[in-house]
């Protein structure tokens, strides 16, 4: 069956780094755009970051941009989010995204917490 693993969360202190991976297994991954939403406490799920099935196109949102790349490994089935500069405002439940046309799966989230 389908599964989205995402690892690589924690507490870190303003201003530190964090790298996200999600491990994708049960579908063609390379086929796939692929996404990392977060939702914060007490907000609404928001699209963070994304990478075509195909190209090197690759979307981020304002607050992130410059502080956040998206990589994914279709040979590993990995994609990755590497996060610099982290601050208060980025703590939340990250979410692993893969979606084709109308299909869509989600993973689990793992929580990062930004505080010192």
């Known amino acids: 069956q389908v599964q989205l693993v995402e690892s690589g969360g924690g507490l870190v202190q303003p201003g530190g780094s964090l790298r996200l991976s999600c491990a994708a297994s049960g579908f063609t991954f390379s086929r796939y755009g692929m996404n990392w939403y977060r939702q914060p406490p007490g907000k609404e799920r928001e699209l963070v970051a994304g990478i075509a099935s195909v190209g090197d196109s690759r979307y981020y949102g304002d607050s992130v941009k410059g502080r956040f790349t998206i990589s994914r490994d279709n040979a590993k089935n990995t994609v990755s989010l590497q996060m610099n500069s982290l601050k208060p405002e980025d703590t939340a439940v990250y979410y692993c995204?893969?979606?084709?046309?109308?299909?869509?799966?989600w993973g689990q989230g793992t929580q990062v917490t930004v505080s010192s």
């Open positions: 995204n893969a979606r084709r046309g109308t299909d869509t799966y």
